[in-house]
């Protein structure tokens, strides 16, 4: 069962980095940004089709956090 819990934290902490992601990009943190977004996209790639718009989004962003540097 802690292997379980465990497995759940990790769940929970990479969906959040897409929150960080957000948040950084708002206070013009655009390198923690990139990082989080990057994480994310890595770790959710293959997740089910009803998540891949959020994919999509950290994808864009991480593109548009590129194009701006």
Excluded: C, T
């Excluded at 990479?14 to 989080?36: D, I």
């Amino acid at each position: 069962m802690p292997y379980v819990r465990a497995f759940g934290w990790w769940i929970a902490n990479s969906h959040m980095r897409y929150h960080l992601g957000r948040a950084y990009q708002g206070m013009g943190e655009y390198a923690k940004a990139a990082k989080e977004y990057a994480f994310f996209v890595e770790v959710w790639e293959d997740a089910d089709p009803e998540l891949q718009p959020w994919v999509e989004d950290a994808r864009r962003a991480l593109q548009r956090l590129a194009a701006d540097r």
